[in-house]
């Protein structure tokens, strides 16, 4: 298999694990009003986002929104489409084949099941492409012909074979990078303002958690979001360590570290808590990541009882593909 089309299938176990069956294609009227909730809020955003680099972070972060608990199916595909597009303009092919994969991993094929069928279907999209003129509608008629390109791909045998061709021709007409990268993010706290990182970049497991005023470029800062179930793993870039309660403490006030991925403490629920902020709280104990001096530049995080306040409140800034 190519690296462009693994591309689609790479995405899925890192965006979909645990996501025990798929769920129904949500009606058009609950997409519609979840698309418009979706554009009055990135609205001010999307018109900023003139560059390339713009646009993916931008749909990075409607990609790692989708994927919080309690997301509505209506909004998770709002979102997920509009990571989609976004990706495509950017012709950053880690993020839309991500997006896509989510889509066909969540959903139920809204057509037909057989993969002889889908491919069919992918090849009537493809060719009504060819006859757009308008550049934007042509590229929307691509990006569903590589969605049911990418659904007949998780069958067996031929039919996946002869899908995957099609998604190489498909990526190579559209101009696609090949490499199927992690979309890095920082971790940045509502009240300061400063981003979560590694002290001093240490590679030690256990090293303390903090906030700084790193430059945007400091890996140390930079964090992947990793879904396992219903929770996410969230590793370190410059560590490959993964943010969780030190000792697997249940105590109040504990501190928070880096640790080889391992037991339920360094499992995190994400919870949007609106304006693109979000409230993990810790699988083991049951508390709040929280930044108790939000004022000091060099707080070490900790875990306390959820209380709502902007130290308990993190946005997810994208920022770079790999």
Same mark, same amino acid.
């Given at each position: 298999?190519?690296?462009?089309?693994? %591309? /689609?299938?790479?995405? /899925?176990?890192?965006?979909?694990?645990?996501? !025990?069956?798929?769920?129904?294609?949500?009606?058009?009227?609950?997409?519609?009003?979840?698309?418009?909730?979706?554009?009055?809020?990135?609205?001010?955003?999307?018109?900023?986002?003139?560059?390339?680099?713009?646009?993916?972070?931008?749909?990075?972060?409607?990609? #790692?929104?989708?994927?919080?608990?309690?997301?509505?199916?209506?909004?998770?595909?709002?979102?997920?489409?509009?990571?989609?597009? +976004?990706?495509?303009?950017?012709?950053?092919? #880690?993020?839309?084949?991500?997006?896509?994969?989510?889509?066909?991993?969540?959903?139920?094929?809204? @057509?037909?099941?057989?993969?002889?069928?889908?491919? $069919?279907?992918?090849?009537?999209?493809?060719?009504?492409?060819?006859? !757009?003129?308008?550049? !934007?509608?042509?590229?929307?008629?691509?990006?569903?012909? %590589?969605?049911?390109?990418? $659904?007949?791909?998780?069958?067996?045998?031929?039919?996946?074979?002869? #899908?995957?061709?099609?998604?190489?021709?498909?990526?190579?007409?559209?101009?696609?990078?090949?490499?199927?990268?992690?979309?890095?993010?920082?971790?940045?706290?509502?009240?300061?303002? +400063?981003?979560?990182?590694?002290?001093?970049?240490?590679?030690?497991?256990?090293?303390? &958690?903090?906030?700084?005023?790193?430059?945007?470029?400091?890996?140390?800062?930079?964090?992947?979001? !990793?879904?396992?179930?219903?929770?996410?793993?969230?590793?370190?870039?410059?560590?490959?360590?993964?943010?969780? &309660?030190?000792?697997?403490?249940?105590?109040?006030?504990?501190? /928070?570290?880096?640790?080889?991925?391992? @037991?339920?403490?360094?499992?995190?629920?994400?919870?949007?808590?609106?304006?693109?902020?979000?409230?993990?709280?810790?699988?083991?104990?049951?508390?709040?990541?929280?930044?108790?001096?939000?004022?000091?530049?060099?707080?070490?995080?900790?875990?306390?009882?959820?209380?709502?306040?902007?130290?308990?409140?993190?946005?997810?800034? %994208?920022?770079?593909?790999?």
């Amino acid at each position: 298999m190519s690296l462009i089309c693994t %591309a /689609v299938l790479a995405a /899925v176990p890192v965006l979909c694990a645990g996501q !025990e069956e798929q769920v129904p294609w949500p009606s058009a009227d609950a997409v519609a009003k979840a698309t418009r909730a979706a554009n009055e809020l990135y609205r001010d955003r999307v018109a900023k986002a003139k560059k390339p680099c713009d646009k993916s972070a931008l749909g990075a972060e409607l990609l #790692a929104m989708a994927q919080t608990a309690g997301t509505e199916p209506a909004a998770q595909y709002a979102l997920f489409y509009g990571a989609r597009n +976004l990706g495509a303009e950017a012709k950053d092919w #880690a993020l839309t084949s991500a997006a896509i994969g989510a889509i066909v991993e969540r959903f139920k094929a809204n @057509g037909p099941t057989d993969p002889e069928e889908q491919i $069919r279907r992918g090849d009537l999209f493809n060719y009504a492409a060819t006859q !757009e003129t308008l550049k !934007e509608k042509r590229l929307r008629l691509q990006l569903d012909a %590589a969605e049911w390109y990418a $659904r007949a791909q998780r069958s067996n045998g031929l039919q996946s074979q002869i #899908a995957d061709r099609r998604l190489t021709d498909l990526a190579k007409t559209l101009g696609w990078k090949k490499t199927a990268g992690r979309n890095w993010m920082r971790i940045v706290n509502r009240e300061s303002g +400063l981003a979560l990182g590694v002290r001093e970049g240490r590679l030690t497991p256990g090293a303390d &958690i903090l906030q700084w005023d790193s430059p945007a470029t400091a890996t140390e800062t930079h964090w992947f979001v !990793e879904r396992a179930g219903a929770y996410c793993r969230i590793v370190n870039r410059k560590t490959g360590q993964c943010l969780a &309660i030190a000792s697997g403490s249940k105590e109040q006030g504990h501190r /928070v570290c880096q640790w080889p991925a391992g @037991g339920p403490e360094s499992l995190w629920l994400m919870e949007h808590r609106g304006e693109g902020f979000f409230r993990l709280t810790n699988c083991s104990s049951g508390f709040c990541l929280d930044m108790p001096n939000p004022r000091n530049k060099g707080a070490v995080a900790i875990q306390w009882a959820f209380h709502g306040g902007p130290n308990q409140q993190w946005r997810l800034e %994208a920022v770079e593909s790999d």
